[in-house]
């Protein structure tokens, strides 16, 4: 199956631990994205990378740093989790920066931090 | 600043009505425009995606249009059936200054459709 898959699906932390997901896509795609969908619902870009390179980098704390060791995965790393971090995180991609044949997307991981 | 707005938030009808949902954003300047569902505790699925030059999309039971001038978009969705009961997220790419390369999401319609 082509697709956008994220790892782990559910993870459940408590506050001051680090931890990561991980995505990868087998779409052939050169740019892939971080979304935070948080408690009210709404998605909100993070990070964007295109074949390796950071090409959007928006107000989010620098306790969330972003890899991409190769063009078809982008990892997220968090340190000292805070409570207000928990959210749904979304992996997408798309052929190209432009976006211009459209976005897809993972399934999601969901984030508590106790 | 792109702002998206989707209009009802929430909608239960019964099954078969035909329905619209709408989309509207502040900026015109957009590369194009994209419908997507969200099932609970699942994903976005792509549903139809609108380029700038273009009025309108169809898949299916499905139709979606766009008036850039205004920033409005529909998605009108025919016949509808509970398995269309989902959140339906609207997101619109810019072009211009900080909304490059970035979408801009609405913060969804709630569908139901009862049986």
């Known amino acids: 199956d082509t697709a956008v898959s994220q790892t782990p699906k559910y993870l459940v932390t408590q506050m001051g631990n680090d931890k990561s997901i991980k995505c990868e896509q087998n779409?052939?795609?050169?740019?892939m994205y971080w979304y935070k969908q948080d408690s009210k619902k709404f998605l909100k870009i993070m990070f964007s990378y295109n074949n390796k390179e950071l090409i959007i980098n928006e107000t989010v704390p620098n306790r969330f740093s972003p890899k991409s060791p190769d063009k078809a995965h982008l990892n997220l790393h968090i340190n000292s989790l805070e409570l207000g971090d928990s959210a749904v995180y979304f992996c997408?991609?798309?052929?190209?920066?432009?976006?211009?044949?459209?976005?897809?997307f993972g399934s999601g991981t969901r984030l508590t931090v106790v | 600043k792109q702002e998206v707005t989707q209009i009802p938030a929430a909608l239960s009808v019964p099954e078969g009505e035909n329905l619209v949902l709408n989309c509207s954003f502040t900026?015109?300047?957009?590369?194009?425009l994209q419908w997507f569902r969200q099932d609970p505790g699942k994903g976005l699925t792509s549903l139809l995606l609108?380029?700038?030059?273009?009025r309108e999309q169809t898949s299916g039971r499905l139709n979606a249009s766009l008036d850039k001038s205004s920033g409005r978009s529909t998605l009108y969705i025919a016949a509808s059936q509970p398995g269309d009961s989902a959140t339906y997220l609207c997101?619109?790419?810019?072009?211009?200054?900080?909304?490059?390369?970035?979408?801009?999401f609405g913060k969804g319609t709630l569908l139901t459709v009862n049986p």
């Open positions: 900026d015109s300047a957009i590369y194009n």
């Open positions: 609108i380029q700038s030059s273009q």
């Open positions: 779409l052939g795609h050169d740019t």
């Open positions: 997408a991609s798309s052929q190209d920066p432009t976006g211009t044949y459209g976005y897809t």
């Open positions: 997101a619109v790419r810019g072009i211009s200054g900080g909304s490059n390369y970035k979408l801009t």
